[in-house]
């Protein structure tokens, strides 16, 4: 029998990717900001970081778009793991090409939305003299919570492709069932030889 579409793994991944995608745009509007303040107490300089929560909101949208892109592949049996998908079809190349591109979205989406959560996270340790030499306090460069917020979308337009194209290329195992409903009738309609049927020997006894 074939599979048919879910509509709670739709709904919960359409949902999933766009949490994932308000927490990116989040955490870009969020990058944390450092000034160079200097120290009371000597004659040297620090940076003064305001906040880390683009760093919280990064991990979170990677985590929940790690968590929808293991629901679409369970669910799909990863392609390759199903009972099969219908051959000598379009429906067969457009599931292989959406599974790719929803893996590459994906892939590419969560190094963004790490990289950006590590690079936010880090500070600068060291302080300069008050006066002297500029200080340099990392930060995070703009866009790169923007460009997992964007791939982030593209992972969401693939998967749901792929989640539907897969629906409906999905035997199921029904094309191998038919098939070989189809072997035993015709071997079953196959006229058979006729048997050889041994010769009785009557004997009499006089």
Request: proline share 2%.
């Amino acid at each position: 029998m074939r599979k048919g579409l879910s509509v709670p793994i739709l709904v919960i991944t359409i949902s999933s990717h766009l949490l994932a995608f308000l927490l990116a745009v989040g955490a870009e509007r969020r990058r944390s900001k450092a000034v160079e303040q200097p120290d009371q107490y000597d004659e040297r300089t620090y940076c003064l970081y305001d906040t880390d929560a683009s760093t919280v909101y990064g991990m979170s949208a990677l985590g929940i778009l790690l968590v929808s892109q293991v629901l679409v592949t369970l669910a799909t049996r990863c392609l390759c793991f199903g009972r099969g998908l219908m051959s000598g079809t379009s429906l067969t190349s457009w599931t292989i090409f959406f599974f790719i591109f929803s893996w590459v979205s994906f892939l590419g989406a969560e190094a963004c939305l790490l990289a950006g959560s590590v690079r936010n996270a880090y500070h600068t340790k060291y302080r300069g003299v008050f006066g002297g030499n500029h200080l340099s306090c990392a930060t995070l460069r703009k866009g790169v919570f923007a460009a997992g917020a964007a791939l982030t979308l593209l992972s969401l337009v693939g998967s749901v492709l792929y989640y539907c194209v897969h629906s409906k290329a999905d035997t199921g195992g029904w094309e191998k069932h038919q098939n070989d409903g189809v072997g035993m009738a015709e071997a079953n309609l196959t006229p058979r030889p006729p048997q050889e049927f041994g010769k009785v020997h009557i004997g009499c006894t006089l």
